[in-house]
């Protein structure tokens, strides 16, 4: 349902999403037993072992064809080599060699970036974060620490089962944390808990100055610390712009005592979770555009937070006709009063007027499987699941899968001419792929609460986020793949330049599915630049950042935040 990103790092269905990656050192900070492996150092303060070594990946390794691609098969390089650090020192020594070599360095945490901005054919270096991973409580800075390379299940598994918390992230469990959290980092919490950038205390980012000198910075939101805004950039930024992320430290606004079980979000403890589908052998073009519409209502209605309706989220699958369904997973926090009249008054609003009665959902919708037991509410604890929605997605876990992903925020209910093109290419007969929807996830509640300049992530007032995505496996269906989601796409945004434009309906893109053709003229003529859609009016912030903590433009991909006048 949500999330991806690059090294940057991304996914979706509850992901949410993905950009860059990274690696680092508690300089000068000690760490509380907490039963978890400290992040490691060069080597130990009190003396004790050294860290393990830099590992390196050359073409004549049989490791290399697996480190030079990410999920998209669509995408893959020709490095010189791959090297996989434990430490933020040797995050620092590789960055200054390619520095000082001239050489192209690219840095992957989950490796689910949708572009090429991490394999690509100009790279010569890459940065694999995946052995940075480590998740534990920082004493020094009273907060929970997460390393750029952990893998979002993971990093939920220990901060539950150690602590009691969570962030809201997203549920793809192979995405790593770097391009996550840099991007926003949504989930199914979202609209109890808003956005992971939300509880970001802090962020280790190795940068290369104007003389090419490359050092570790720590910086966080304290309204004193010289370097808050990197931490500003980091929180909905993107990944690969301003440096190579090393590690996080999470502490929600407001939280007091040294506790970690009182620093961060505590879950509920169980959960209602539901799973219904319509065949589409029974949708008449009248009836989809009830279901839509009744979705989308429900979630304009109840975008403001402070509100019961926090505790519910939705993702709503607009398959092709081609799967046989559309689906809809809906989570409840189980907690709460009258959870079971909660989720029962959503789907009332949600089928007003259909004359279709749902079904179990027996296909998989896009990247999750089939929960025909759902169909009748299950109330679960949280973290099983969690884990089982995290790891339902057999699609992510397909070797030869080849993808395309767009995306579009909504502040209001889809128009009507939105949802004629939505029926036009949901069932449009030149295709047949049951991968190929656009999936409606839940936004506002919690999200809303945050100004849209608080943090560098500026979606704040959307209602509900639409993803585009199509997968294939046969090289040959690429063309046709492709044509298809755009055509749709830009046929959906045909009366505001082919792209979702910062109006009273729509609100730009999320950065963590990034989208080369927003900034291609063939398919954006809407004259607003695709930066505009990602960051609205905080990219001249984001400029900012980069002239003081990337001067060189060293961290650069095909859409990464440009110098001042660049």
């Known amino acids: 349902m949500a999330g991806h990103e690059q090294g940057l790092h991304r996914r979706n269905f509850l992901t ?43 073409p004549g390794d049989k490791r290399y064809q697996d480190l030079v691609r990410g999920y998209n098969q669509r995408w893959s390089a020709a490095p010189e080599k791959v090297c996989l650090p434990v430490t933020t020192e040797q995050v620092r020594s590789v960055v200054q060699s390619a520095v000082s070599a001239g050489k192209r360095l690219t840095v992957r945490s989950g490796g689910h970036c949708h572009e090429d901005w991490v394999f690509n054919s100009q790279v010569r270096v890459v940065l694999d974060m995946s052995r940075m991973n480590k998740v534990s409580y920082d004493a020094a800075r009273n907060a929970v620490c997460v390393e750029a390379g952990s893998q979002l299940l993971n990093v939920y598994e220990r901060m539950y089962r150690t602590w009691g918390v969570t962030i809201p992230g997203g549920i793809c469990f192979q995405v790593g944390a770097g391009g996550h959290v840099s991007g926003g980092g949504w989930g199914l919490l979202c609209r109890q808990f808003g956005l992971v950038i939300d509880h970001l205390y802090g962020v280790e980012v190795v940068t290369v100055a104007a003389d090419g000198t490359v050092r570790a910075q720590v910086a966080t939101r304290e309204p004193d610390d010289p370097n808050r805004e990197l931490w500003w950039a980091h929180a909905g930024g993107g990944g690969g712009n301003f440096g190579v992320i090393t590690r ?14 009182k620093l961060l979000p505590q879950p509920p403890a169980e959960i209602l979770l539901h799973a219904v589908s319509w065949p589409w052998a029974e949708l008449t073009k009248d009836r989809f555009t009830r279901l839509v519409k009744n979705w989308s209502d429900w979630h304009a209605a109840h975008l403001e937070p402070g509100t019961v309706h926090d505790h519910l989220f939705s993702a709503l699958w607009l398959n092709h006709k081609s799967s046989g369904q559309i689906g809809m997973v809906t989570q409840v926090d189980a907690t709460v009063p009258d959870a079971r009249r909660l989720l029962d008054d959503f789907l009332a609003a949600v089928t007003a007027g259909l004359d279709v009665a749902y079904q179990p959902m027996t296909v998989h919708m896009g990247e999750i499987s089939a929960m025909p037991d759902l169909a009748e509410p299950r109330r679960m604890p949280w973290f099983q699941a969690t884990r089982y929605a995290c790891t339902t997605n057999p699609t992510l876990n397909d070797p030869s899968n080849r993808s395309d992903n767009k995306s579009s925020y909504y502040r209001t209910s889809m128009p009507d001419a939105h949802l004629d093109e939505f029926w036009t290419h949901l069932t449009r007969d030149d295709l047949n792929n049951p991968l190929a929807n656009v999936q409606l996830s839940s936004f506002g509640g919690r999200i809303a609460a945050v100004a849209e300049d608080a943090t560098a992530f500026p979606h704040r007032r959307a209602a509900y986020k639409a993803a585009w995505s199509i997968w294939w496996t046969d090289p040959a269906a690429e063309d046709l793949s492709l044509r298809w989601i755009r055509e749709f796409y830009h046929g959906v945004y045909a009366r505001t330049g082919g792209v979702p434009v910062l109006n009273e309906v729509t609100d730009g893109c999320y950065v963590n599915y990034p989208d080369i053709d927003l900034g291609d003229p063939a398919f954006n003529t809407s004259g607003v630049p695709w930066h505009e859609l990602y960051y609205k009016d905080n990219y001249a912030r984001l400029q900012q950042v980069k002239q003081k903590y990337d001067p060189r433009d060293f961290f650069r991909h095909s859409q990464s935040v440009r110098l001042p006048g660049a």
């Open 16 to 58: 949410g999403g993905a950009a860059a990656s990274g690696a680092a050192l508690l300089a000068g900070t000690g760490l509380a037993g907490t039963g978890l492996a400290a992040p490691s150092t060069a080597a130990a303060a009190d003396g004790g072992p050294a860290a393990e070594p830099l590992a390196t990946v050359t």
């Open 248 to 261: 996080f430290w999470f502490r929600s606004p407001g939280a007091t005592g040294t506790d970690p079980s």
